[in-house]
């Protein structure tokens, strides 16, 4: 889906590290999400964010922030608490309200490694 | 909150034949049923979805059915073909939340 855009595609992270993941969306969506994707594991979701100004933590939110100051734009930062932060990053967002539900679209995803 | 559980976690069938995952679901507030494929280091890209208002969806050589009573829904892939070969994920929305809860993935593998 072009309409969502991750960056950059493949990251490194020297020990003690912050890094932020980049996840940017001109479908003009409400709601977006991070999940994280291990070696031949399903998608666990990191947070998820509603509407601007506004998140909320999903399973395995320790570790991980996010900010939402724009609809077009869900930033992930992983930060050094994040141990075991080597997997495949998704980025997605959805436009659904009440019984009329779209399903979600994913990004191409970013893959996160240590140093 | 929702649990989605899918099987089998891993399906190998000859080219040709028919391919069936299923996944069942716990929360009876859940109205909306997306399924995605995903081939190697790719994103999930969606392949079929079902409403709870119907049944059975159809799109060529693939279906979804839904049992609203059991609470499953099954994905149906016919006269597979090498290309199918991908893991495929269901999931299930709460009706009025916009969060998606995951199944564990199928990998299926067509062989030639």
Redesign the interface.
């Known amino acids: 889906?072009g309409g969502i855009t991750q960056s950059p595609k493949y990251l490194f992270r020297k020990e003690g590290q912050n890094v932020t993941l980049s996840c940017e969306q001109n479908l003009n969506h409400?709601?977006m999400?991070w999940y994280r994707q291990d070696p031949?594991?399903?998608?666990r979701?990191i947070y998820?964010s509603?509407i601007v100004n506004d998140f909320q933590k999903g399973d395995i939110a320790e570790g991980y922030s996010v900010s939402r100051e724009k609809k077009e734009s869900f930033p992930l930062t992983v930060t050094s608490a994040q141990k075991n932060p080597t997997a495949?990053y998704?980025c997605a967002s959805?436009s659904?309200?009440?019984?009329k539900?779209k399903?979600?679209?994913?990004?191409?995803?970013t893959r996160l490694s240590i140093l | 909150g929702e649990n989605v559980e899918q099987h089998p976690s891993t399906l190998s069938v000859q080219e040709g034949d028919s391919a069936v995952i299923k996944c069942t679901y716990s929360d009876s507030a859940s109205n909306y049923f997306p399924w995605y494929k995903q081939e190697l280091g790719k994103r999930p890209q969606l392949i079929i979805d079902i409403r709870s208002n119907v049944g059975e969806k159809k799109d060529q050589r693939i279906a979804v059915t839904l049992n609203k009573t059991a609470k499953h829904f099954s994905l149906h892939i016919t006269e597979t073909q090498p290309e199918d070969s991908a893991v495929y994920f269901c999931a299930a929305r709460i009706y009025n939340f916009n969060k998606f809860y995951f199944g564990s993935g199928t990998k299926l593998n067509v062989k030639p």
């Open positions: 889906d409400d709601a999400y031949g594991q399903g998608l979701l998820y509603q495949f998704l959805s659904s309200t009440g019984f539900t399903p979600q679209h994913f990004g191409d995803g």
